[in-house]
Nanobody, 120 residues
Framework: QVQLVESGGGLVQPGGSLRLSCAAS????????MGWYRQAPGKELELVAI???????NYADSVKGRFTISRDNARRTVYLQMNSLKPEDTAVYSC??????????????WGQGTQVTVSS
């Protein structure tokens, strides 16, 4: 059993900052990649940022230069620092982790989601 626990969402004014955290725990053999997705009302789920075991990072074009993803392997935690937030960043942000639970078996796991609202 694997759990992902997120924290850090909330309400912020345009131009403000928030930091999201997601900690993985449970039956983890190794982490492959961790990332953040978001879904705004009436829109599809989209990748925001992802970081793999080798440190490789990808960002959605819409957040490049504003958001920074980082990872603490010892704590099995991924962070998303969000700066210069815009109203269009408003969404439910969900943490995703691709995890080996045994040396041969991996699966994708999701957090419960945290609301980020950017509004004046």
């Amino acid at each position: 059993q694997v759990q992902l626990v997120e924290s850090g969402g909330g309400l912020v004014q345009p131009g403000g900052s928030l930091r999201l955290s997601c900690a993985a725990s449970g039956s983890i053999f190794s982490l492959i990649a961790m990332g953040w997705y978001r879904q705004a009302p009436g829109k599809e789920l989209e990748l925001v940022a992802i970081i793999n075991n080798g440190g490789g990072i990808n960002y959605a074009d819409s957040v490049k230069g504003r958001f920074t993803i980082s990872r603490d392997n010892a704590r099995r935690t991924v962070y998303l620092q969000m700066n210069s937030l815009k109203p269009e960043d408003t969404a439910v942000y969900s943490c995703n982790a691709r995890i080996y639970t045994t040396p041969k078996n991996w699966d994708d796991y999701w957090g419960q989601g945290t609301q980020v609202t950017v509004s004046s």
